[in-house]
Each structure stands twice: as C-alpha cells, then as structure tokens.
T-cell receptor, first 116, second 112 residues
Framework: AQKVTQAQTEISVVEKEDVTLDCVYE???????LFWYKQPPSGELVFLIR??????QNEISGRYSWNFQKSTSSFNFTITASQVVDSAVYFC?????????????FGTGTLLAVQP | NAGVTQTPKFRVLKTGQSMTLLCAQD?????MYWYRQDPGMGLRLIHY???????AKGEVPDGYNVSRLKKQNFLLGLESAAPSQTSVYFC???????????FGQGTRLTVV
C-alpha cells in the first residue's frame, strides 16, 4: 500500500526565516512520482513540483527547493527567506506508475504560517 | 486552474436532501477525480473516472455516486445527505500518465 506522511501539522515562522516541510512516503513500487501542492487561504490547490523516482537531483526554483532522498523515502520542501505570501497549507502527494488510475495519494498537509 | 470548474462553490443542505456537484473541464483530460478535504485528513479520493462512461470507487465512496456521460463532465451525487458529508469537495483532472492533476476551486458543502 502507498502512504504519505507529513508529520508537521503546523509550523509558524517569522518572515525571512528559512523553513523546511517534511514529507515521508511509502511504496513498494520502484517507479513512482512525488508532488507538492500549495493551498493558500483562498482555498485552491496549486501545483508546485513533480519528481519521478529515478531523478534524485535536488531542484531549486527561486526561493523554493526540494530535496529528494530515496534512501530515507523523503521528499522535503524548503522555503528560503520566507514571506507572508507563503502562508498556506502544503500537501505532499504520491502516485505510482503501474497503477491504471494514476490517482494521487495525499499527506495530511502542513499549515505554514509566516508572521510579519 | 481555469480549465477545471466546479459548480456550485457553496451549498447548505438539510439532512436527507440530495444534490449534484458538477465538475467541468475543457482541456480534454482523460482522468477525473473527486476528493473530499477534511481537517487533519488531507484529501481523500471518493470516486474517479479513467474515461467517458467509466467510473470506479476510491477510498471513501459510501454515500456518493458519480457519472461521466461526457468526457468533459464528472458529476458527484449525494442521494441522501448526512452531516458527515460536510466537507470541501475538490474535482481534479489530468492527462493519462504521471502528469500533474489540475484542481477545481472547491465546493464547500455543509449538511445541517
């Protein structure tokens, strides 16, 4: 069975601090994909990144970076120099390649509050 | 995502009433999904469809039915609403394969 765990329920930081959101996944499949979505207070879900299981290179996009480590089954998300606009719920998700449905399995989310 | 539209955005139902949520997409996605989001539980899959005329149960299907008569529309029905179905419902659509899913803006449903 597949599972995604986001152990941090809520994180509060002060603007300009760096913050890392943890994501641990479980799957027996060798080919899978990992995602991060952002849900701002307005409620919509915004796609941030997709990573496949064969690409362990870290990725950086502006203030955002992702660290994928298969050895620890983790796909952590770091925001550098956080801003108030980063305040949102962040979801990590998993899908497996062999499944006919390609359904996303979500973690429970981490609420990030960035204080001015 | 402008390509996935949910109707309505808000609704209050009395216990026992029925309603249908509509998800419409204009990007020719093959796969469509209905999720519910509850505090502390993330998003859980209710039903999904891998193509026109086909539907299947997800993780929490009880109390819901779905139909996909046209490729662009995926309907979620509640035949007899219960307070436990108070939730935010999200529709998602994606292309075949491991691409990202595009989500609608959500429907906040309250059953009293």
């Amino acid at each position: 069975a597949q599972k995604v765990t986001q152990a941090q329920t809520e994180i509060s930081v002060v603007e300009k601090e760096d913050v890392t959101l943890d994501c641990v996944y479980e799957t027996r499949d060798t080919t899978y994909y990992l995602f991060w979505y952002k849900q701002p207070p307005s409620g919509e879900l915004v796609f941030l990144i997709r990573r496949n299981s064969f690409d362990e290179q870290n990725e950086i996009s502006g203030r955002y970076s992702w660290n994928f480590q298969k050895s620890t089954s983790s796909f952590n998300f770091t925001i550098t120099a956080s801003q108030v606009v980063d305040s949102a719920v962040y979801f990590c998700a998993l899908t497996i390649n062999g499944g006919a449905t390609n359904k996303l399995i979500f973690g429970t989310g981490t609420l990030l509050a960035v204080q001015p | 995502n402008a390509g996935v539209t949910q109707t309505p955005k808000f609704r209050v139902l009395k216990t026992g009433q029925s309603m249908t949520l509509l998800c419409a997409q204009d990007m020719n996605h093959e796969y469509m999904y209905w999720y519910r989001q509850d505090p502390g539980m993330g998003l859980r899959l209710i039903h999904y469809s891998v193509g026109e005329g086909t539907t299947a149960k997800g993780e929490v299907p009880d109390g819901y039915n779905v139909s996909r008569l046209k490729k662009q529309n995926f309907l979620l029905g509640l035949e007899s609403a219960a307070p436990s179905q108070t939730s935010v419902y999200f529709c998602a659509a994606k292309y075949r394969g491991n691409t990202e899913a595009f989500f609608g803006q959500g429907t906040r449903l309250t059953v009293v």
